[in-house]
């Protein structure tokens, strides 16, 4: 199993089994307060905010929060969040992409660094492994949404770059200048996606074994953890019987 969703998957049943919901809800909450001060409080208008809110309805975050979010940055309430993107080596010399907001830089930067550390990796400068990523748009649908070739055949010719299907849904890769043409094409189609935003997708990915690929699993989900961590990307692929494993 390859690509981000192999842990991706993983951490999201975890979550789920931990009732890490409000946690969950305070990253989300954090994500749509910061797109909202940045452009205009109208989904409508403002992309980053439309994806912001897909992701908190995607996780069942109730409509008072999300307004709660909004209105915040209306005000001008609330801390004032830093965009920082670390870059990093796990286990195995594996890429890994960090992306944080934080109102205590010095405070984020030692705990991230302290994690790729504990798990025998180490934090490098910024440049250092995203080379090895494109940044592109997602759209993802749910697999009942449509047949794998009524979603190749919509996203071709809405303008997407690649298509995956799999039991587990429908991903849709876009060019960053694309990402938005193809986003509202696809949501008039099918309806609104179940996530959309701008990733880290890996240009290849390295096979690791089951020891390396539970730490790097392990410092993943450590990361992720983080109330300051928003995202993280990997570029690694491992077992599908060590995926069972761990999201049992």
Known sequence: MAGHSQFKNIMHR?????AVKSKLFGKLAREITVSAK???PDPGMNARLRAAIIAARAE???KDNIERAIKKAQGGEGENYE????????PG???????VLTDN????????????TKSGGNLAETGAVSFMFDRVGLIEYDAKAASPEAVFEAALEAGADDVVSSDSGHEIYAAQDQYGAVAKALEAKFGEPRKAALVWRPQN???VGDEQGEKLLKLIENLNEHDDVQNVYA????SDALVQRMSA
């Not at 570029?235 to 491992?238: D, G, L, T, Y």
């Open 38 to 40: 940045l452009g205009l």
């Open 60 to 62: 069942n975050m109730p």
């Open 235 to 238: 570029n690694f692929e491992v």
């Open 93 to 99: 010399g594996v890429a890994v992409i960090v992306e």
């Open 83 to 90: 965009e920082i993107r670390y870059e990093g080596y796990g």
């Open 105 to 116: 830089r010095n405070r984020t930067a030692g705990e991230v660094r302290a994690a790729f």
């Open 205 to 207: 990915t390295v096979a």
């Open 14 to 18: 975890k979550g789920r089994q931990d």
